[in-house]
């Protein structure tokens, strides 16, 4: 009985002992943040906690395990894990990848040390929202050969640096400014600050994402380089650089002037213009995009429309170069507007009156559908190219389809013409040719005299034609003599086409005038003379004397 009563005692102690020892492995609680379940004691070079790291760095971890038994702790042998989790796993997990980023394993030896070095931050692990991480170890020995125990956790920080842009590149003249189109971002949104630095100009502030960059005075072109620095609060940073081309050349102004209005085939002079900030001498380069210009190397060219079918706008560019390489360009518009030039047709010279001298006329045809006519010009010239025209009456401004010279042309003499219209938008014709034409020769010039010259009424006048002229050798074929004021009478077998009519007048005062015919068939009419017949002397009888 006794016996018995011992043994049932000792089967009870041990199993005290194993209850005793079950638990002390199982229960032990570990705080939030460190675990040591049934494990004694282990060292680790952990990290301080609340560490901050940022994707690929290293956790360094180093240290000894030795699990606890009963009485006394025990030489383990078995294997260490490494992992990075964001949750805070239970006590003893079944599957420790289930609660974090596999980092690395290690053999744990008898002895229990272990060293390893080499365990990176994954790049692309991201913490809690808050950015905290669980560094842990996991042991699985002897006594726990199914399931890992969490050895030791630390919470530590995981930090993704800011990312930081310094923006495009930039060219800038010197003294001149241009604002900086730096950016950056931070993956978790920390806060970030800016920091820029040049090797060359000045910053409005170099605290800011985008500051205005002031280039300084260089003696060539010169690239400076500007860094900007991106920091986070978590002590996270990053750097891109960017170029500033310094340009040592103010570029020239270029100015086209003002657009255009133009008929087609008619010309305008184009006003550009152009300078050169520090004086640099700079050349002038025209183009368009229809239409032609005197030269396109000059200020301020001629452009001559060309022809369209309905108005039409072209644009001209000028391009202002100085001899550093700066340019500049500026456009402007011709309007080219739809106009077609006049012509004349029927082009006559007609003989408008051979008395006393040859003057001709000159008449045409206006033609230009929907246009009328608003100035002429004629000229007249002996010489076929017109080299010196006699007659040149300029531009006249007149609807007159018709010009007679004030000035005669000289008799017997070939002349040529020609034309010049204008139409109501001022756009001319082209020279038309007329028919050349010869002048007759000249017309008689009539002329008279009469015996006496101061006849009494009633006495016989005898008029003389002999003073008359004839041109060209002709003879004078007629002679018509007409008493257009008093009262004559053709006596002694003579009358009114007599060459040397006999008259007798019964008025004081009488006007007579000759025409006369040549052999050709020209006739001129002279100017009106006057015949002032006086009142008779007395008829004196002669007595004898007494
Ligand atoms: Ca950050
Ligand atoms: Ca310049
Ligand atoms: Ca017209
Ligand atoms: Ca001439």
Redesign the pocket.
């Known amino acids: 009985m006794r016996k018995i009563n011992k043994i049932f005692l000792g089967l009870i102690f041990l199993l005290g002992i194993l209850v005793f020892c079950n638990f002390n492995i199982q229960e032990t609680k570990a705080a939030w943040e460190e675990y040591s379940t049934g494990v004694t004691s282990y060292t680790w070079n952990k990290p301080v906690k609340d560490t901050f790291y940022k994707p690929g760095d290293y956790i360094t971890f180093e240290g000894e395990v030795l699990v606890s038994s009963c009485f006394n702790t025990i030489d383990e042998t078995g294997e260490i894990k490494f992992y990075l989790g964001t949750t805070q796993p239970p006590t003893r997990p079944a599957d420790p990848a289930t609660y974090g980023t596999y980092l690395g394993k290690k053999a744990l030896r008898k002895g229990g040390s272990f060293y390893v070095d080499s365990l990176k931050v994954p790049k692309d692990f991201i913490g809690t929202p808050e950015g905290y991480a669980y560094a842990r170890i996991y042991f699985r020995g002897r006594y726990y050969r199914t399931t890992y125990i969490i050895v030791a956790s630390e919470r530590i920080r995981v930090n993704h640096p800011p990312l930081a842009n310094a923006g495009p590149d930039k060219e800038v003249f010197w003294w001149k400014s241009v604002v900086l189109e730096g950016s950056g971002s931070d993956p978790e949104g920390d806060p970030i600050t800016f920091s820029w630095s040049c090797s060359g100009g000045q910053l409005s502030n170099s605290h800011i994402a985008q500051p205005t960059y002031t280039a300084p005075w260089v003696i060539r072109d010169s690239t400076y380089t500007c860094t900007l620095t991106v920091s986070d609060d978590k002590g996270g940073r990053a750097s891109d650089s960017m170029n500033v081309l310094v340009k040592n050349n103010y570029p020239p102004r270029a100015n086209a002037g003002p657009d255009k209005e133009v008929f087609w085939w008619k010309s305008v002079v184009l006003e550009g213009s152009g300078s050169d900030p520090e004086g640099d001498p700079i050349t002038f380069s025209w183009s368009c995009s229809g239409g032609q210009l005197s030269n396109s190397h000059i200020a301020q060219p001629t452009y001559t429309a060309p022809w369209v079918i309905r108005d039409s706008t072209y644009t001209c560019t000028l391009t202002v170069s100085d001899d550093k390489g700066g340019r500049a360009s500026d456009s402007m518009n011709v309007l080219v507007k739809n106009?077609?030039?006049?012509r004349a047709t029927s082009l006559q010279a007609k003989l408008l009156d051979g008395c006393p001298a040859c003057h001709y006329v000159f008449s045409w045809t206006f033609s230009?559908p929907g246009?009328s006519q608003s100035a002429y010009q004629v000229q007249v010239d002996n010489n076929s190219n017109f080299s010196s025209p006699e007659v040149d009456s300029k531009k006249i401004p007149s609807e007159s389809t018709s010009f007679a010279p004030i000035s005669p042309l000289s008799w017997n003499t070939e002349y040529y013409w020609r034309l010049m219209v204008w139409?109501s938008?001022d756009?001319s014709s082209s020279w038309i040719i007329g028919p050349s034409f010869t002048t007759p020769h000249a017309y008689p010039e009539p002329d008279f005299s009469w015996q006496p010259v101061r006849p009494s009424r009633g006495e016989v006048v005898i008029f003389d034609s002999g003073q008359t002229k004839t041109y060209g050798g002709t003879t004078i074929s007629a002679y018509l003599w007409t008493i257009t004021e008093g009262v004559g009478e053709f006596v002694d077998g003579t009358n009114n086409s007599s060459a040397n009519p006999h008259l007798k007048f019964s008025t004081q005062t009488n006007k007579i005038k000759l025409k006369v015919t040549d052999s050709t068939g020209y006739s001129c009419e002279s100017p009106e003379k006057t015949l002032t017949a006086t009142l008779p002397l007395p008829q004196w009888k002669e007595i004898p004397p007494l």
Do not use: E, G
């Open positions: 106009n077609y030039p006049p230009d246009d139409d938008k756009l």
